[in-house]
């Protein structure tokens, strides 16, 4: 009976995409970007940093002195970004590498 009660309530909860942050909670942000809005932290100039959603200009400008990622996670890694900026920044910014 428990079961089938818990199967009844949980199949009439909406069933949303959850993103989550580095410490596991749910984020509650701006939307993703499209992969075209994307803002490519290896090449974006500080301009064009700064229009990213959640960005301060200490940010961008650290995001740039420690140039080249390998992956936009590496800014959490190397320790250029708290995690709380990364979980604004995350969903648009792209870590394109250089072609060899």
């Given amino acids: 009976m428990t079961l089938a009660l818990l199967g009844v309530c949980t199949a009439a909860a909406p069933q949303y995409p959850v993103d ?3 410490r596991g909670e749910p984020t509650k942000f701006a939307t993703p970007s499209s992969p075209e809005q994307l803002t490519d932290i290896n090449h974006a100039t500080l301009n064009q940093l700064m229009k990213v959603h959640g ?7 650290r995001i740039v ?12 890694e190397k320790s250029v970004v708290s995690s709380p900026v990364y979980d604004r920044i995350k969903d648009h910014i792209i870590a394109h590498r250089e072609k060899k």
Avoid: E, G, I, V
């Fill in 55 to 61: 960005m301060t200009n200490t940010w961008a400008a």
């Fill in 65 to 76: 002195r420690f140039r080249p990622y390998h992956t936009k996670l590496d800014l959490l």
């Fill in 20 to 22: 989550y942050n580095s």
